[in-house]
């Protein structure tokens, strides 16, 4: 069983749509938690990064934890069609996890 | 403002060739990383170093070698390439191990025939 599970996708929506995107994790240990949004042909690129319990916001992007339930969403509001591209999970203790990735589709 | 550099952005070898992969940041971070890539298997980490001098292995070592004779550069080796190695592989650097989040290189995108 792999430390960090994440809902494969893909996901397509219309330009406008809410976009929802999770992960589950099984180490306790995990502290800080992070998405990464990559680009085709590009190296992931920080897009959130949180430590509690709870949501975080930045924009249209909001984060949220719950540790007692090992499980951590991203949701995408407004999404644009620039919002296209492959989001990762992650998750640490001492070191990175990362989850296998969303491709997620805005279509204009 | 360069942050991870890596190079070459391709590479084709044959069975059995080794070549070096190079990574560079600029950033004077202490930490960094190398991972690979491949189809439904997220990033997977092959070797990291937390400062010049030293290095440990990742989850998936076998087939590479590093070393961090430098602050800013980190090097992965393949020894003897094999076609299980064909894979995009990204360097990343961050200012410790742990909490901080990996600035990420844009790859190197590796087919061994």
């Known amino acids: 069983q792999k430390e960090v599970e994440q809902d494969p996708g893909p996901l397509s929506v219309p330009e406008g749509a809410i976009v929802s995107l999770n992960c589950t994790y099984s180490?306790?240990?995990?502290?800080?938690f992070m998405w990464y949004r990559q680009y085709s042909r590009k190296g992931p690129e920080l897009l959130m990064y949180?430590?509690?319990?709870g949501n975080k916001e930045d924009g249209r992007f909001t984060a949220q934890v719950d540790k007692s339930s090992k499980y951590i969403s991203l949701f995408i509001r407004d999404s644009q069609p620039s919002d296209s591209a492959t989001y990762l999970c992650?998750?640490?203790?001492?070191?990175?996890?990362f989850g296998a990735g969303t491709t997620v589709t805005v279509r204009a | 403002n360069a942050g991870v550099t890596q190079t070459p952005k391709f590479q084709v070898l044959k069975t059995g060739q080794s070549m070096t992969l190079q990574c560079a940041q600029d950033?004077?971070?202490?930490?960094m990383s190398w991972y690979r890539q491949d189809p439904g298997m997220g990033l997977r980490l092959i070797h990291y170093?937390?400062?010049?001098?030293?290095?440990d292995q990742g989850e998936v070592p076998n087939g590479y070698n590093v070393s961090r004779s430098t602050t800013e550069d980190f090097p992965l080796r393949l020894l003897s390439a094999a076609p299980s190695q064909t894979s995009v592989y990204f360097c990343?650097?961050?200012?410790?191990?742990?909490?901080?989040?990996?600035?990420f290189g844009d790859g190197t995108r590796l087919s061994i025939l």
């Open positions: 949180t430590y509690s319990s």
């Open positions: 950033m004077n971070h202490e930490y």
């Open positions: 180490n306790s240990a995990f502290q800080y």
């Open positions: 170093s937390v400062g010049a001098g030293i290095t």
């Open positions: 992650a998750m640490n203790d001492y070191k990175l996890s």
């Open positions: 990343a650097s961050s200012a410790r191990e742990g909490n901080q989040p990996q600035h």
